[in-house]
């Protein structure tokens, strides 16, 4: 029984689940979506009538059950790390959704980690309740396929971070950005993407969504493979007191692309104008199946070298504080979607980022609307007064008793 707020800790699930660990048929499959609230099977439900996208009913069906309101984030990592401690799991990833071609040994225990497709990063409604039905389609597939090859499973349905979130009262009244330089680690829903060379730390990075789009059609969401679990190579990453070049390359991250790679490139300049070193991130280049390059030249990412750079949103949107131009043609048909991203190439002390430099400036939008709808206020202020000091009264009266007051048109 879990009472209403608690979170389930690592640990705590890790228990929960023990049960699975030592039966004899012990075959698992986790099916790991991008986020996932428990309130999601009712919004989504009640919200839309007859389109509930929830069809399947292996919960009803299954022999036992178990639905926990509320994870850690980062239990499902740590899960996974404790299997592949064991020795004796099978780790499987499935990315193609073709489990019939996947050759199991019921003789010995596998994981399976099925990545769903992720929801829509432009929070549509709609679009996120369609992603939610054709998730709730391939978990029905994989479970009867599994079922006609007679293989006994058990079934894990979850996400990388929640999508439905209460915002706390003391942290609304702050009105402060929140960088990962300042944050408690265990805020974070996952640790960022550490680059070593040899003993040290020389790139840190971190996104809380990381998807682009190919052709305006494909959606590529790295965000799991990258940061959760890590299926990414950057062993081709390369770092020096001037240069570094972060790679990351993708095995299938998609049907139809066989391979893909992303790098980051930065560099590390002294400025006589400011008298000190600064970093930035020049460019970033897109390589699908080795052959096709992609390039794209970076607007505002820069910093002081001795920090990380912090951004809200950074893409090829116009919209974005920091954008990716593209320099050539190959670049047009990608589009690239980088939400929270922190960076750091430089100086990295303790493996942790420095004080963020944010992308946002002084003077935003609204404080630029705030000074201009100000002046003109201020100076239809001013004009006014100036008029009601020009007005002058009449040095004669009319007398009622006497005649009337005539003023000369000279005076």
């Known amino acids: 029984a879990v009472h209403e707020g608690q979170v389930v800790s690592a640990q705590e699930l890790t228990a929960l689940l023990q049960p699975l660990f030592t039966q004899n048929s012990r075959n698992l499959v986790l099916f790991l979506q991008d986020r996932l609230s428990i309130d999601d099977f009712t919004y989504f439900s009640e919200s839309y009538g007859n389109k509930n996208p929830f069809q399947n009913e292996i919960l009803q069906s299954s022999p036992s059950s178990l639905v926990l309101p509320a994870v850690d984030c980062k239990a499902t990592k740590y899960l996974l790390s404790v299997l592949q401690e064991s020795g004796d799991w099978k780790l499987t990833n499935v990315t193609n959704l073709n489990i019939s071609q996947l050759e199991l040994n019921a003789s010995n225990p596998n994981l399976l980690v099925v990545q769903l497709q992720p929801l829509a990063s432009d929070l549509k409604e709609i679009s996120t309740l369609e992603a939610i039905a054709e998730n709730d389609k391939i978990i029905g597939r994989v479970t009867m396929d599994l079922q006609e090859r007679g293989i006994n499973f058990s079934v894990i349905y979850t996400a990388v971070r929640p999508s439905r979130i209460s915002r706390r009262s003391d942290v609304v009244a702050e009105l402060r950005r929140q960088l990962m330089a300042d944050e408690d680690e265990e805020s974070l829903s996952y640790p960022p993407l550490n680059v070593t060379n040899g003993n040290y730390t020389c790139i840190l990075f ?137 960076i750091q190439g430089f100086n990295i002390i303790n493996n942790q980022f420095s004080y963020a430099s944010d992308c946002t400036g002084f003077f935003t939008p609204g404080i630029w609307m705030g000074l201009v709808t100000s002046i003109i206020l201020l100076w239809i202020l001013t004009y006014g007064i100036h008029m009601i000091m020009q007005l002058t009264t009449n040095s004669r009266f009319d007398d009622p008793k006497g005649p009337a007051l005539s003023v000369p048109q000279t005076e």
């Open 206 to 342: 971190y996104a809380s969504n990381f998807s682009l789009k190919a052709n305006s059609s494909v959606l590529i969401d790295l965000t799991n493979a990258t940061f959760l679990t890590q299926n990414v190579d950057f062993s081709a990453s390369e770092c020096s007191d001037s240069n570094t070049t972060l790679s990351l390359k993708y095995t299938k991250p998609v049907n139809g692309i066989s391979s893909l790679e992303i790098r980051f490139l930065m560099t590390n300049n002294f400025y006589e104008v400011s008298a000190r070193r600064w970093s930035t991130l020049n460019s970033v280049e897109i390589v699908q199946d080795e052959e096709k390059l992609a390039k794209f030249n970076v607007s505002g990412i820069s910093a002081p070298a001795e920090y990380s750079f912090h951004c809200q949103l950074v893409g090829t949107s116009n919209v974005y504080p920091a954008r990716l131009v593209p320099s050539n043609d190959e670049a047009k048909n990608w589009d690239v979607f980088i939400s929270k991203l922190q």
